[in-house]
């Protein structure tokens, strides 16, 4: 069977061309679909900018029997676009869809249009999802050894990882993506990791994630940004498995240099200065904010205190360390909102902050947060309707209006 997954266009739909990294997800099913035997691959369509002519043309030059898009929140408009489309001229092309947004809102899902609405991590049952053509497809067994899966089929993905522009912060390149680690022991109210990934921690072997990284840098790679929520902090036993493949990578002595995400809580010098020794040259570090009351509100699970001790070990490892901020949080008063103004302002002054991202917070179907929203009356409008998700307030409180949440962004990008 010929298999394709595509990203679909969206560029149109949110002002902007999204060309930063690649996705994993598509090339990475698409290996495990070839080794099932199936003719299968991943195009990136948002990256070359296509129009529905262009995705009509390609369907008509390459004639494949199905068709899979991961959906989120971010490309759920140009999904059903896509969807739509495809099924009015090309109706016999089998469609499946799946990805976070389709696990959390399965039953609006059904609305995109699509043959196959698929839950969960698909790796397991991929071959059979379009083998038997099922309608729906609820959540299966997570795979346990995430050693025992290919690495992505780049070669059989368009355009190449080394295509893209990487990531902020931007080291050398090409930079390209890759994961490391699935799962989040933690509950944070608006993320939907817990959701799709669910709870379970599973972590590839030193040895699989370097074999990976050589075939990476054969194909030209120099930066990688592992893309893992999180790399580190989320528990002492993480710590011992970090330090495990920094070594391994410092073994190798591959060239390569990486940057990660990670949480400010349970890391350490000698993990640091190991990942510092491995190449690693920043972590972008989800702080949130600045206020206690508002990480207790959107149960972060760390303190200020595991805030600054963190950016400070990590600064004496000699990584630079990148924080995520949300404004328009639960709980979040001006004078909130000013502690985190101020905290930013002190952490540039003692050089322990190099880059930050601001964003507003944004709820998630299926998330904490969504039901919170939902029934304090919170949220004005769906998160699927604006087109610069995170970007847009979407919900409004009796201390903070979508105005006051605006004109926070404005301030905390500046600061």
Not at 51 to 68: C, F, H, K, N, T
Not at 164 to 178: D, I, K, L, Q, S
Not at 309 to 327: C, D, R, Y
Request: with cysteine.
């Amino acid at each position: 069977m010929k298999i394709r997954f595509l990203n679909p266009p969206i560029f149109d739909l949110v002002g902007q061309h999204y060309q930063l990294n690649q996705a994993t997800g598509g090339p990475l099913l698409s290996a495990i679909l070839r080794r099932a035997g199936h003719d299968a691959g991943y195009v990136d369509c948002e990256y070359f900018g296509w129009g529905m002519g262009e995705v009509s043309e390609y369907l008509q030059a390459r004639a494949p029997d199905a068709i899979g898009v991961t959906v989120t929140n971010l490309n759920w408009k140009g999904a059903k676009r896509l969807v739509g489309h495809i099924k009015k001229h090309f109706p016999s092309i089998f469609i499946a869809l799946g990805g976070p947004e389709i696990t959390a809102r399965s039953e609006e899902a059904k609305e995109l249009g699509a043959d196959c609405i698929a839950l969960g991590e698909c790796d397991l049952n991929i071959a059979e999802i379009f083998e038997t053509k099922p309608a729906f497809v609820p959540r299966g067994p997570l795979p346990q050894d995430l050693n025992a899966l290919p690495f992505p089929a780049w070669e059989f993905s368009s355009p190449p990882p080394t295509a893209y522009g990487g990531n902020a912060p931007r080291f050398e390149a090409p930079e390209v993506c890759t994961l490391w680690n699935r799962g989040c022991a933690h509950k944070c109210t608006f993320c939907s990791n817990p959701i799709f990934n669910q709870v379970i921690i599973r972590e590839r072997g030193p040895a699989n994630i370097v074999d990976e990284l050589k075939v990476l840098k054969g194909m030209g790679a120099r930066h990688v940004f592992v893309y893992s929520d999180e790399l580190i902090g989320m528990s002492p036993r993480q710590g011992e498995w970090v330090a495990e493949v920094c070594e391994a990578i410092i073994k190798a002595d591959l060239g390569l240099t990486f940057k990660t995400q990670g949480r400010c809580k349970w890391v350490s010098p000698k993990v640091l200065n190991l990942m510092a020794q491995a190449g690693f040259k920043a972590i972008m570090w989800g702080i949130e904010s600045l206020s206690p009351r508002v990480l207790q509100e959107i149960k972060k699970g760390i303190t200020l205190d595991d805030v600054w001790e963190t950016l400070e070990l990590s600064h004496k490892a000699g990584i630079q360390n990148w924080g995520f901020f949300m404004v328009g949080c639960p709980g979040e008063t001006e004078e909130e909102f000013r502690l985190t103004v101020q905290g930013v302002a002190e952490m540039k002054a003692r050089d322990l902050l190099q880059f930050k991202q601001v964003t507003v917070c944004t709820p998630s179907p299926g998330t904490e947060l969504w039901e919170q929203a939902s029934s304090a009356g919170w949220l004005k409008i769906p998160p699927t309707s604006t087109g610069h998700f995170h970007q847009e307030p979407v919900m409004e409180f009796p201390y903070a209006s979508t105005r006051e949440i605006k004109r926070r962004l404005a301030i905390l990008s500046l600061c």
